[in-house]
């Protein structure tokens, strides 16, 4: 767990059914082929996300940073992924509560 998001990953399991730590690039996708709707991530590198930003897009999800901002090269450690755009919004505010 990274600093100071304890807490905030505490409210996300708090509100899903299942949750599994660490895995990058894999959960993105997972969640791309439509097995699981969220992924949200800390303390990642370039490498381990900016892949699948368009895969997961194109599969009709939506990727951003914890603030809603689309990833770009070293902008963001921190991506929150889902399969639904209600998803990621429920999220996003749980993320920044």
Not at 30 to 45: F, I, P, W, Y
Not at 47 to 54: I, K, Q, T
Request: hydrophobic share 40%; charged share 20%.
């Amino acid at each position: 767990m990274f600093e100071g998001t304890e807490e905030i990953y505490a409210k996300l399991c708090a509100d899903t059914r299942y949750q599994v730590y660490g895995g990058d690039c894999h959960n993105f996708a997972t969640l791309a082929g439509g097995h699981v709707d969220l992924c949200v991530e800390a303390g990642l590198q370039d490498y381990d996300f900016l892949a699948v930003v368009p895969v997961i897009e194109a599969a009709g999800g939506i990727i951003t940073d914890w603030e809603g901002n689309r990833p770009a090269p070293g902008s963001t450690n921190r991506i929150c992924a889902a399969g639904d755009k209600r998803v990621h919004e429920a999220a996003l505010k749980i993320l920044n509560s």
